[in-house]
């Protein structure tokens, strides 16, 4: 299957809390992995390239600054691989739908993504 943005899978959740701690020995739990730390993320990898990422609602604005934030818990964004992120960029700007660069990513903000934050990054 192609498609014109060239993704290619689903590489991130984004799930806003309030208690962050909490929720990351919650999944902990539910999926038997352990989670590692990376900035204000509790990163929990698992096979075929997806990740969930558990934040904190008082750092979720460092992650998808310019994004309207769900109140917590939520899915805050998805993130997606794109093997084309010079074409998403073009096509993004053709369209011309909202977006900001950061960490190497395309940031759809949520007001234009139907209430979730796109993020396209680079496979």
Known sequence: MTH?????????????????????????????????????????????????????????????????IPRPPAIAGVAFQTTGYAAMKKRLQSHPIPFHEADGRLIVPAEAGCGVAMIFENL
Do not use: C, M, Q
Not at 27 to 56: C, N
């Open 4 to 68: 014109p943005n060239k993704v290619t899978a689903l590489s991130e959740v984004l799930l806003v809390v309030d208690d962050a701690d909490e929720y990351e020995r919650r999944y902990a739990a539910y999926t038997g992995h352990a989670s590692r730390r990376e900035g204000p993320k509790r990163l929990f990898t698992f096979e075929r390239v997806s990740k969930l990422s558990i934040i904190d609602s008082k750092d979720i604005g460092a992650v998808l600054a310019g994004s309207l």
